[in-house]
């Protein structure tokens, strides 16, 4: 356009997961983390002054892996593999990217099914009752940890714009701009109305058929239970459908 030769857009290639950990993380609600992990990506590399960072956060049920192939993910292309790279919207040539894992995610962050150290097994439901404040607060930490001084931006997709919102909150002076994607700012009522119903049905799944089989004996003795793997949203509503 304009006479100027066009860059083709290239692919970041392969990245790796990285980890950062703090201790003793304190909680919004008091309780304190004796560690808490969170896993992350990076693209290119921090400016020397550190504000040149742009921090993607990713949606509820999504992971930290926005651009290049990682091994760990089946070499599989990031989910904004179109969006991160050289030439890009998000432009590798002149903005450096953190791709946080938030706290709590099951892909790679310190998670229900993460160790203890206080007690050597596995948190269970006693995980810690973490909030969105608690996410970002582990992502500010990280960013400290990699140099990072000022941000271009926060951009995430659903329940990763959430995050970006919170960035806006808790930390207005350390971005220039948020950019969060299918998500906003006002929870309505009738979606916490939606979320209610849709609990009430799963419940009442649960208590028609009670607790899954664990074993084939117990399969056996309650052969009208789902078969294994029946525990989502579709299936649970198909079976209060048709009970």
Not at 84 to 97: H, M, R
Not at 154 to 159: F, I, K
Request: charged content about 20%; glycine content about 10%; hydrophobic content about 40%.
């Amino acid at each position: 356009m304009n006479g100027l030769p066009l860059r083709p857009a290239a692919d970041i290639g392969v990245v790796e997961d990285r980890s950062f950990t703090l201790r003793n993380f304190l909680l919004t609600d008091g309780a304190v983390m004796p560690e808490a992990t969170i896993a992350y990506e990076t693209y290119r590399r921090p400016a020397s002054d550190g504000r040149n960072a742009i921090l993607c956060t990713h949606g509820y049920t999504a992971s930290h892996h926005f651009a290049g192939r990682n091994p760990a993910n089946g070499n599989q292309p990031g989910s904004w593999d179109g969006l991160i790279g050289l030439g890009k919207a998000i432009d590798t040539d002149k903005l450096f990217v953190v791709a946080s894992n938030m706290l709590g995610s099951s892909f790679g962050s310190t998670n229900a099914g993460s160790i203890n150290p206080q007690t050597g097994g596995a948190y269970g439901p006693d995980f810690p009752n973490i909030t969105i404040r608690d996410i970002v607060a582990a992502q500010k930490a990280l960013l400290d940890h990699l140099g990072v001084r000022h941000l271009v931006a926060v951009a995430g997709p659903s329940y990763g714009g959430y995050q970006a919102f919170q960035w806006a909150v808790a930390y207005p002076d350390f971005m220039d701009a948020i950019v969060p994607l299918l998500s906003r700012l006002v929870w309505r009522l009738l979606d916490w109305l939606d979320y209610r119903m849709w609990d009430a049905r799963l419940r009442t799944v649960d208590a028609l058929y009670g607790p899954e089989p664990e074993t084939e004996a117990d399969r056996e003795r309650n052969p009208k239970h789902p078969v294994p793997g029946w525990r989502t949203h579709g299936d649970r509503g198909k079976a209060m459908d048709e009970a």
